[in-house]
């Protein structure tokens, strides 16, 4: 528990947020349902064992906060919380609610011992990757997605390796769950796309053929979609990303409609498969040096040339379609 005053407001609950959820207390001493409710978070957040922070504001003595914060929420009475995560008020209660209630009210937000702990065999698997221990990584990211299967980040990761050593039974189960939904979330779908190309070169005469027996064959008539579109796939399935969007836009320019926009769905996958993930809190965002001094210009491109190449073939897609 902490007391949040104008000094340590942007610390300790605004940038702690963006680690942990923040809950922050506004209560004041005449406020007899106040002291009802404050043993009853502290108790919560011993209960939590640091899945949430408690934080207390004294109206009295923190008014600019207080009011400021009681505006944003159109509230008028105290005790008053708020929850920050991302550093960002996120959802808020008035009055002294019983343990239950608030309970409910933080299960809403945060964490689950289960999330924390695959968050942490996650990190452990990066460090292992990075070591050069895949099996050993792949095995902290399976216990990952054990102790919490609702977990995207590590599933991503998960079936990227998988792919990555050649296990592709396994990414194809370890993907039936999230591509059984509705919506098909499109990370997921990207994944499935790359499997099925690779399951293309496996199972089709053409995935053994060179480039050149692909590009005579396309010689002989340009609207041979379904040649194309086989390059396109053999192309991907060995990582050779801008050349098989390439061959995709081709088909896309022609006739963007051509089996059930196969090329154009293709193309979104593998721009999907090359936008990298958003950064974890706390690390430096893009276009932002590590210290958070904002690049602009010219400068902030150099530094990201991933992003600029993503930049180029979205617009190419753009112009194709319009």
Known sequence: MIDVT???????????????????????????????????????????????????????????????????????????????????????????????????????????????????????????????????????????????????????????????????????????EPLAREPRPLHFDALRRWLDAIEFVQKDERGNWPVEQFDAKIAENKRDFDTRFAKAQALLAEGAWTASMDELLEIIMRDRKWNDEAARKTYVAILELLTPPPPKPGAAADGKSAGGIELTGKAAQQQDPQAELLSSYRRKLSMALN
């Open 6 to 176: 104008v000094q340590n407001f942007e610390t300790e609950v605004l940038k702690a947020s963006m680690t942990a959820p923040v809950l922050v207390d506004i209560w004041a001493e005449w406020c007899g349902p106040c002291k009802q409710l404050g043993p009853v978070l502290e108790q919560l957040e011993l209960e939590y064992a640091g899945r949430f922070t408690l934080a207390k504001l004294d109206a009295d003595k923190q008014q600019d906060i207080a009011g400021q914060l009681s505006q944003m929420f159109g509230v008028r009475s105290i005790p008053f919380c708020v929850l920050f995560a991302g550093g960002q008020p996120v959802d808020g209660f008035v009055g002294a609610l019983p343990a239950a209630q608030v309970r409910q009210f933080l299960d809403k937000h945060v964490p689950s011992e289960g999330a924390l702990a695959a968050e942490a065999q996650a990190d452990e698997a990066d460090a292992l990757l990075e070591s050069g221990d895949t099996d050993a990584a792949l095995a902290k990211l399976a216990d990952a997605l054990a102790q919490d299967p609702g977990n995207d980040a590590a599933r991503s990761d998960y079936v990227r390796l998988l792919i990555a050593t050649a296990r592709y039974d396994e990414a194809a189960a370890a993907l039936a």
